[in-house]
């Protein structure tokens, strides 16, 4: 902040000496502003390039502006928040800073400086006044989506974060309403009233929080989701895990597939992930579970050599929500031995994979031997033949050792199946000189096959009938399809289309391995009948994969799964304790539906509990869905036989009558419930209104809460803190009374002084009081050019500390001025004891500017050096537009 401060004060130096400046010539300049000085208003959060004012330039004839003028040459308070438009004189909004009522300066002053071609400079101000625009509240947090554990305590689960910019009171709301949720109307915090259920309650709730300050209304959604808690550990289903394996195996080849899932009844949607125990040779897929050779096996060196047997862990990691789940089994690989001691060849091993589909005469490997030999005549070998076991003449061998396929590699013909598409081709070489000496090197020819031919399912078609009771996770069939490539390289299964219903893209699960489809949430027959899915089957090929689709049909049946809907809800009566029995109360009617049951299904019974002495009934009691609430008992409370004068009345509604000469339902019946308050009134003793229809009678009660009794925490906290101040105070006082006792002269070197000086200054000894200043050394790293004065200074990276790099002045482009106006003399030409003078007048000057901010004092300082080094080169034309003296940044 300091820093800036002294940065805004020098450029206020500068403009200020410019001013003055012009000052002089004013009556020689012909650039005049019009509109300035000027005032405008301006609301707060205007976006960038709104344009708030305008003015005009007017020149001297043949004169014209110069290139990036007019410009902002200063603003106060320093901002970036305004420009100059250009050509046009206009005044607009960057947009950076944004100007805010409430956070940012409310008034600016602008200076805005512009210079013509014939070096004629004008300065106007324009002061801005930032308008205050009333705000709607702002949600802080990004939360809008918040999970809790199933059974979890009622408590605040949500806790908004909102802004109002104005700090005006706010208040919450909640919609739409629900027995298991409350909201608090000040704080905003989302409260559970009671603990919810994966199984028995719904999975998902959605609200809209408002909140609004009383003139505007921010709203955002909030999703609850309820999470279900994870207990279904995956199973292993390898019967092998011991391996016999040959060493010299490429990295990358498959050893095993190691295959784990979870039980079929799981609710959880879920993934499996797989680790391996560390090790030097075996790495595993997480996801998938192929266990491949991940380094060289070398059966003849250490530590194979001692022991050839690999143990490994493989842990399978099941993670729904919830704790993650794991088992884990042991792998046991046993390395064998093979010929690989390397021949005079090479390479004198080699692998090559073969597409089955390779054309006749294709180069499979090429074999290029040397002889070690010192002697030329020695080095001349050829090569003898090709052997191979089982190849059938498949490939052939040239005199330049060039391997060609002379066969084809079919792999799903049976020939070449029983080989396993694998051969081991030996070539040999032998000295031209000497038979005796004879090289050797292997090439391994791996077969690999090619996608040709795409999926099929059988059946072609599938059909499935699945009641609509089924759950989550039921599962519905399964769809297979087969591929005639040989090796099988897997399918996978994904759904094109269908399945869909309100406003999920997708009520089913493909498992996309298996191809087994269950059931994402349950099915609705009132939503929808028939399901039509389109499945595709793609084979795992990475660079050609084929597919082929089918249709499955999947028919919902009707089953009795929709609780009645009764209404009106939570409804407020007042009934007087004289009123008759068999008299509808305050005339109140129970309408009731069920989308899966017909009107006369319903039997309407008042719990025991709420229904204290069984004073209401409804009639008719069942076989409508219209009914009305009858007073049954009359109220005795003279005698005491009744004490309750509020009901809170809980009507249970259930589907399940069988008067109607209905069969025997399938399913369990299902019930819906209503609350109705009912509150008895003695009329002789109570004025209440009552009309033909249920109102709700808000009734406010304040209570002072004010205790006479807690007078005095208040009183122990003030005398407390009091108590406390006190003794610090003293504390203080004893420590400066104790260090103004000490004697430091020991501690300081003691100067020499002669016997006059001495003899003068004998006298009483006094104390004498030492200051001691320390200078931390600062090392300056950098170089930057000042932007305002142009000069370069040092800093430091690491703490920010800056300092001039040498004392010379710097002075801004300057203009050319009659030869009657002088202000400022040139420095190099002025004398020793005037620069000096102007050197400590200046500093001076600036440390004023730092700790007043005055601008008329810096005013007063800049016009006496000024004044006489003016009078001393009268007749001078070129005018400084500025003159700085050198400081010391690194005290800021």
């Known amino acids: 902040m300091h820093t800036l401060i002294k940065m805004a004060s020098k450029k206020l130096i500068w403009n200020i000496s410019m001013l003055v400046g012009m000052g002089l010539l004013q009556g020689t300049a012909a650039i005049v502003f019009t509109g300035l000085p000027g005032t405008m208003t301006v609301p707060e959060n205007s976006p960038g390039g709104t344009e708030i004012f305008t003015f005009n330039i007017s020149f001297s004839p043949g004169a014209s502006i110069e290139p990036g003028y007019p410009q902002i040459v200063n603003t106060d308070p320093l901002t970036t928040a305004f420009r100059v438009s250009i050509p046009k004189a206009q005044v607009t909004l960057t947009g950076t800073p944004r100007l805010d009522f409430e956070t940012a300066p409310n008034s600016f002053v602008l200076q805005i400086l512009a210079v013509d071609s014939a070096e004629d400079a004008v300065l106007g101000t324009l002061t801005v006044i930032v308008e205050d625009v009333d705000e709607a509240p702002v949600f802080l947090d990004e939360d809008s989506v918040i999970y809790i554990l199933e059974k979890s305590p009622p408590g605040v689960i949500y806790q908004p974060i909102v802004f109002d910019p104005e700090n005006k009171p706010l208040t919450f709301t909640l919609t739409p309403s629900n027995p298991a949720f409350s909201i608090d109307q000040d704080k905003g915090s989302l409260i559970t009233i009671t603990s919810l259920d994966y199984e028995t309650d719904p999975r998902s709730y959605s609200f809209n929080l408002a909140v609004t300050d009383g003139t505007h209304t921010s709203v955002r959604t909030l999703t609850v989701i309820i999470v279900n808690v994870n207990d279904d550990k995956p199973q292993f289903l390898n019967k092998i895990t011991t391996f016999p394996i040959s060493e010299e195996l490429n990295p990358g080849h498959i050893l095993t597939n190691i295959t784990a899932v979870v039980p079929a009844d799981s609710f959880f949607i879920g993934y499996i992930l797989y680790t391996i125990s560390t090790n030097n040779y075996l790495a595993i897929h997480s996801h998938s579970g192929v266990v491949k050779i991940a380094n060289r096996m070398d059966r003849d060196s250490s530590p194979l050599r001692d022991d050839p047997t690999i143990t490994v862990t493989v842990t399978a990691t099941y993670s729904p929500p919830g704790p993650p789940l794991s088992h884990s089994i042991q792998l046991t690989i046993t390395v064998t031995d093979i010929n690989d001691n390397p021949p005079i060849c090479s390479p004198d091993y080699q692998r090559r994979e073969v597409p089955e589909t390779e054309a006749l005469g294709a180069l499979i490997a090429t074999v290029t031997c040397k002889d070690n030999d010192v002697e030329p005549a020695f080095t001349q070998y050829k090569f003898t033949g090709l052997s191979c076991q089982g190849c059938n003449q498949r490939f052939s061998l040239s005199p330049m050792g060039s391997i060609t396929l002379t066969k084809s590699l079919d792999f799903e013909d049976p020939t070449n199946l029983y080989l396993g598409n694998a051969y081991s081709l030996l070539v040999d070489a032998v000295d031209e000189d000497d038979t005796s000496l004879t090289g050797s090197a292997y090439v391994y020819v791996t077969v690999t096959p090619v996608n040709e031919y795409p999926p099929v399912f059988s059946p072609p078609s599938y059909f499935y009938k699945i009641s609509e009771l089924l759950g989550r996770g039921a599962v519905i069939g399964a769809v297979n399809a087969t591929d005639r490539d040989f090796p099988a390289i897997g399918i996978t299964y994904s759904f ?31 939503v929808a009948q028939t399901y039509q899915l389109v499945i595709r089957a793609v084979d795992r090929d990475p660079i050609n994969p084929l597919s082929a689709t089918t249709t499955v049909i999947v028919n919902i049946t009707e089953a009795n799964d929709e609780p009645p809907v009764c209404g009106p809800n939570n409804t407020n009566l007042v009934v007087p304790m004289d009123l008759r029995t068999g008299t509808n109360v305050q005339r109140f009617i129970l309408t009731c539906r069920d989308q899966d049951s017909p009107p006369n299904s319903f039997i309407y019974t008042i719990s025991g509990a709420s229904n204290v002495n069984n004073h209401f009934v409804f009639s008719p009691a069942s076989g409508t869905n219209v009914t009305r609430l009858i007073l049954r008992e009359p109220f005795d409370y003279r005698s005491g036989l009744d004490r309750v004068w509020k009901y809170r009345l809980t009507v249970l509604i259930s589907d399940a009558n069988l008067l109607a000469g209905e069969p025997e339902p399938r399913e369990e019946p299902q019930t819906g419930t209503v609350v109705i308050n009912v509150q008895v009134v003695d009329p002789d003793l109570t ?87 320390t200078k931390i050394n600062t090392v300056f790293d950098g170089e ?75 005013q007063r300082s800049l016009s006496k050096p000024q004044s006489s080094e003016s009078t001393a080169r009268a007749g001078s034309r070129n005018i400084p537009m500025a003159t700085l003296e050198a400081i010391d940044l690194s005290e800021v």
Do not use: H
């Open 496 to 526: 094109i289309s269908g399945g869909g219903t309100g406003d999920l893209s997708n009520i089913f699960y493909l498992d996309p391995k298996q191809g087994t489809i269950t059931l994402l949430i349950r099915p609705d027959y009132e």
């Open 687 to 773: 004025t209440i209104i009552t009309t033909t229809t249920p109102r709700i009678t808000y009734i406010t009660v304040r209570e002072n809460t004010f205790a006479v009794d807690d007078w005095y925490v208040t009183f122990i906290c003030v005398l407390a803190g009091l108590l406390l101040l006190g003794i610090l105070g003293y504390l203080l006082y004893r420590l400066g009374k104790y260090l103004s006792t000490l004697d430091c002269s020991c501690c300081e070197p003691q100067p020499v002084e002669d016997l006059e000086t001495l003899v003068q200054e004998k006298g009483p000894p006094q104390r004498e009081i030492i200051t001691e200043i």
């Open 784 to 858: 930057e050019v000042d932007p305002v004065t142009g000069r370069i200074y040092e800093y430091n990276t690491k703490s920010g500390a800056r300092r001039w790099k040498d004392a010379t002045i710097v002075s801004e482009p300057q203009l050319m001025q009659p030869e009657s106006s002088t202000l400022v003399i040139p420095e190099e030409t002025a004398s020793p004891q005037s620069r000096s003078g102007t050197t400590q007048s200046q500093t001076k000057n600036e440390r004023e500017q730092s700790t007043r901010g005055s601008l008329q004092t810096n």
